[in-house]
């Protein structure tokens, strides 16, 4: 079953703090991984879009890491900000369909002052 | 920037009427999509939409949904019958190309009593 698992549920670090976000995925084939950070009642907004090839993809603060062979990607939050907090979704398409979209639940991030 | 509008921002109707969610996607985009995301749950992929016809649909999408692009800027997603089970934010997305990112809008929220 393709599925993709985040890690971890939620988080809550201080302003100015690192942290890492996980996503695993068993999606196959493997078109591509996004990450997008969902403000509480807002719509997704992309942050990163990585194919196979593709192994680190940076966005300002945030670097996206991408390992294929294992089917993980972290997302890399730097001097995190109080407006980053938000949830933040892993998506992996297993192939060229919108359909074969897989929506991770997402890890919500508080960062506090 | 341009940006993916939806509305109405907050629809409340009653079990058993027809609802229109209207959006307008970024003017150069070819592709379109509708998700659906009901409070505390995974986005989920509804339908998308490119050349006059959909291309792909999920399960979600049964026979009590339709979408219409009835001009050449409005993209609408029709529920003929609501069920309380459709009440969920519905967020509608535009993209250049399959491959590229999506971008979403802020979501309608539909509360079906």
């Known amino acids: 079953k393709n599925q993709v698992e985040q890690s971890p549920q939620s988080l809550i670090i201080l302003e100015g703090k690192n942290c890492t976000l996980q996503c695993n995925y068993t999606v196959s084939p493997f078109s591509n991984l996004r990450w997008y950070k969902q403000d509480t009642g807002r719509g997704p907004v992309s942050l990163t879009i990585?194919?196979?090839?593709?192994n680190t993809k940076s966005n300002r603060r945030y670097t996206a890491t991408l390992d294929a062979d294992t089917k993980q990607s972290s997302l890399h939050i730097t001097a995190s900000q109080l407006s980053d907090s938000a949830s933040y979704i892993c998506v992996v398409s297993a192939g060229e369909g919108d359909n074969d979209m897989r929506f991770g639940a997402g890890t919500r991030l508080t960062v506090k002052p | 920037e341009p940006e993916v509008t939806q509305t109405p921002s907050h629809q409340v109707t009653q079990m058993g009427q027809e609802v229109i969610l209207r959006c307008v996607p970024i003017?150069?985009?070819?592709?379109f999509y509708w998700y659906r995301q009901i409070l505390g749950q995974k986005v989920e992929f509804l339908v998308s939409f490119y050349n006059n016809e959909i291309s792909e649909k999920s399960e979600i999408f049964d026979d009590q949904f339709s979408v219409e692009r009835p001009d050449g800027s409005n993209f609408t997603l029709k529920i003929r019958s609501t069920k309380l089970e459709d009440s969920a934010m519905y967020f509608c997305?535009?993209?250049?190309?399959?491959?590229?990112?999506?971008?979403f809008g802020q979501g309608t929220r539909l509360t079906v009593v």
């Open positions: 003017s150069n985009h070819l592709y």
């Open positions: 990585m194919t196979f090839s593709e």
């Open positions: 997305a535009s993209s250049s190309s399959e491959a590229t990112e999506a971008f």
